[in-house]
């Protein structure tokens, strides 16, 4: 395995890498606190995780009462 390879990142790995530091960077600027942006990003996380959950759950609802009025 070379040290260096000739893999080139695309932008979206770019951003990617640096989007953690410059949301940090730019809510730091705007008065949040590393605790707050923790609270809030987990905040988001939780929501995320429940709506998906959610969704997952009424999907399958209703693929169970499509098969059984068939």
Do not use: C
């Amino acid at each position: 395995m070379a040290l260096f390879s000739n893999h080139t990142d695309t932008a979206t790995d770019i951003l990617s890498k640096a989007a953690p530091p410059i949301a940090v960077s730019g809510l730091t600027m705007f008065g949040f606190s590393i605790p707050e942006l923790v609270q809030l990003i987990t905040l988001i996380y939780v929501s995320v995780m429940l709506i998906d959950k959610i969704y997952t759950m009424y999907s399958r609802y209703q693929n169970k009462s499509n098969e059984s009025s068939e």
